[in-house]
């Protein structure tokens, strides 16, 4: 299984960008990269997903180098609202061919005034 | 798009009662869903896999007798905590993919249900 790595906690600023990195250095061939948002009692919200390269959507995009050992989300202009945690999610495969999501520890984001 | 309405929000109950919790997919058809513990401060523990029609997959450790999962139907899959004691305390979050079990597709998590045994 793939397992992830990410730093426990982040501070930022409003109106600063913030790039959150996650290293998978076990990821196997067939598996996509996925980022999801937490806030306090709520479920998780996805955020953005990718394989390779620079994925972009309204809200983030996410870089993942050739060797796809890592990938960094990157938040553009981040405001207090923005405060959670993020979880990067890699599609691992058992044995049996069959998916199991695991997460990491996930990235305490806090955005100060 | 990609709904995921989780019932109900808040359950607080003696300890020995059993409490359903549903999870139900909105706008599409949920092929594999995904059920989780969480406690304070930790990250989402992975409890069981469901699919339409068939045995849920329990991840080693979870007691397959005491989380009893129903997935009848492709837009809904219920936990059943069976006899519920204050360990069992916890948030309770369901997902749902319209992958099968092998695929990346994203989870639609829902909003979470709180459980508290007394």
């Known amino acids: 299984l793939a397992k992830t790595t990410q730093p426990i906690s982040m501070d930022s600023y409003e109106g600063q960008e913030v790039n959150i990195t996650c290293s998978h250095n076990?990821?196997?061939?067939?598996?996509?990269i996925t980022w999801y948002q937490q806030f306090p009692s709520q479920g998780p919200r996805f955020i953005i997903q990718g394989y390779k390269t620079k994925v972009t959507n309204e809200v983030a995009s996410l870089f993942i180098p050739a060797d796809r050992k890592s990938s960094t989300l990157s938040l553009p202009r981040v405001s207090l609202s923005d405060t959670a945690v993020y979880y990067c999610?890699?599609?691992?495969?058992?044995?049996?061919?069959?998916?199991?999501?695991?997460f990491g520890r996930g990235t305490s984001l806090i955005v100060h005034p | 798009g990609a709904v995921v309405s989780q019932h109900p929000s808040r359950v607080i109950c003696k300890s020995g009662t059993s409490v359903k919790i549903e999870c139900r997919s909105l706008?599409?058809?949920?092929?594999?869903m995904f059920w989780y513990r969480q406690f304070p401060k930790q990250s989402l523990m992975l409890m069981a896999t469901?699919?339409?029609?068939?045995?849920?997959?329990?991840e080693q450790g979870v007691e397959k007798d005491k989380f009893l999962i129903n997935h009848a139907s492709l837009t809904l899959s219920t936990l059943t905590v069976t006899s519920a004691h204050p360990e069992d305390s916890s948030f309770y979050i369901c997902?749902?993919?319209?992958?099968?079990?092998?695929?990346?597709?994203?989870?639609?998590f829902g909003d979470g249900t709180r459980l508290s045994i007394l």
């Open positions: 997902s749902a993919s319209d992958g099968d079990r092998e695929s990346n597709q994203p989870q639609h």
């Open positions: 999610l890699v599609g691992g495969s058992a044995s049996g061919g069959s998916y199991i999501p695991t």
């Open positions: 706008d599409f058809q949920a092929t594999t």
């Open positions: 076990n990821i196997a061939t067939n598996d996509y």
């Open positions: 469901s699919n339409e029609g068939s045995k849920a997959t329990y």
